[in-house]
């Protein structure tokens, strides 16, 4: 149990570091040499936990999707328990993600997705499928919410609803460019308030 224990670990600080260093260099500029190094491992010990690059590169993008998805399934769950009207849940889970986003340590480190999807000629068809499926993910996400929303309310707006849930995808993605180049969460933050605020407007439904 130890042993696996120790195992897990390894993999998750390689995990870890690779994914600092990608985010700060880019993929292709990084090298499994560097990954070794800043882990503090042998390369027996990074080929014992992944097959080279291809299979490092797609163990990042579950974990990142998975850890993206267990944030939103966390705040969602405490909006939902704030009200039971599906658009003031909504706005809720935005305001909450919002909080959270600027109550972070530092500048957001950036966004893996959208690394990999600049990098895009770097990975196979499998690696692609996968980014492509994890933010068919988000988008179902807030549909779905969205779809609630608009069974209850009409929209003051002529949008598609697929095209207002990628909005959040967007904002999101846009802000963290931003907070990247200004070097503060600040920029985030805005986006996914003038996001939620839009959302405020779009329905006919006035809230405080």
């Known amino acids: 149990m130890a042993s696996n224990t120790k ?26 040499d560097d990954i070794i190094k800043n882990a503090a491992i042998t390369k027996g010990g990074f080929f014992y936990h992944f097959n080279g690059k291809k299979d490092l590169a797609r163990a990042l993008i579950e974990r990142y999707l998975e850890q993206d998805n267990r944030i939103f399934d966390e705040l969602f769950l405490l909006a939902d328990q704030s009200s039971d ?22 500048t957001h480190p950036g966004c893996l997705v959208a690394g ?17 499926q994890g ?27 697929i095209a207002l849930a990628d909005m ?13 180049i200004f070097m503060s969460n600040n920029s985030l933050v805005q986006q996914v308030l003038l996001y939620r605020e839009f959302l ?3 329905f006919a439904h006035k809230t405080p």
């Open 7 to 32: 195992a897990v670990g390894t993999r998750e600080r390689i995990l870890g570091v690779a994914e600092s260093i990608i985010l700060n260099h880019g993929f292709s500029a990084t090298s499994i």
């Open 85 to 106: 009207d599906p658009l003031q849940q909504l706005l809720a889970f935005l305001g909450l993600f919002a909080d959270m986003l600027e109550n972070l340590d530092e």
């Open 116 to 132: 990999f999807t600049y990098e895009s000629q770097q990975f196979d068809e499998e690696i692609r499928e996968l980014i492509k």
């Open 135 to 161: 933010v068919l993910v988000w988008r179902k996400l807030i549909q779905i919410r969205l779809d609630k929303i608009a069974d209850k309310y009409p929209m003051n707006t002529d949008v598609s609803i």
């Open 168 to 180: 959040f995808t967007s904002c999101v993605e846009g802000g963290i460019i931003l907070s990247r």
């Open 200 to 202: 405020r407007l779009a």
